[in-house]
Nanobody, 129 residues
Framework: QVQLVESGGGVVQTGGSLRLSCAAS????????MSWFRRTPGKEREFVAA????????YYTDFVKGRFTISRDNPKNTVYLQMDSLKPEDTAVYFC??????????????????????WGQGTQVTVSS
């Protein structure tokens, strides 16, 4: 089993920044991808960003490209999501997810929440206008 704990959510004004963290523990050697999804009331979880290894691949959904950056600290088993130029429409609960798959290309299913084996509890991000 793998446990995921998110942190770093909060309230920020439009144009501001936040950094989310997701710390993994347990059988982390079985994980090859960690991603961020988000959910707003009445909507399904949507893919935000993914990082896959051993050869690092990073993937972003179009609406965060150029604003969000995903990174990984291997010794700490922690993945970060640096969110800049935040907009009110970024307001959501952000979830960290982990998969036992390596997504080598952008045609792979990293954007599908059903592909993931483990989930964190979520952290609220609120962007005020």
């Amino acid at each position: 089993q793998v446990q995921l704990v998110e942190s770093g959510g909060g309230v920020v004004q439009t144009g501001g920044s936040l950094r989310l963290s997701c710390a993994a523990s347990g059988r982390t050697a079985t994980i090859y991808t960690m991603s961020w999804f988000r959910r707003t009331p009445g909507k399904e979880r949507e893919f935000v960003a993914a990082i896959s290894w051993p050869v690092i691949r990073k993937y972003y959904t179009d609406f965060v490209k150029g604003r969000f950056t995903i990174s990984r600290d291997n010794p700490k088993n922690t993945v970060y999501l640096q969110m800049d130029s935040l907009k009110p429409e970024d307001t959501a609960v952000y979830f960290c997810a982990a998969a036992r798959k390596y997504y080598r290309t952008s045609r792979d299913g990293f954007y599908d929440p059903h592909d993931y084996d483990y989930w964190g509890q979520g952290t609220q991000v609120t962007v005020s206008s």
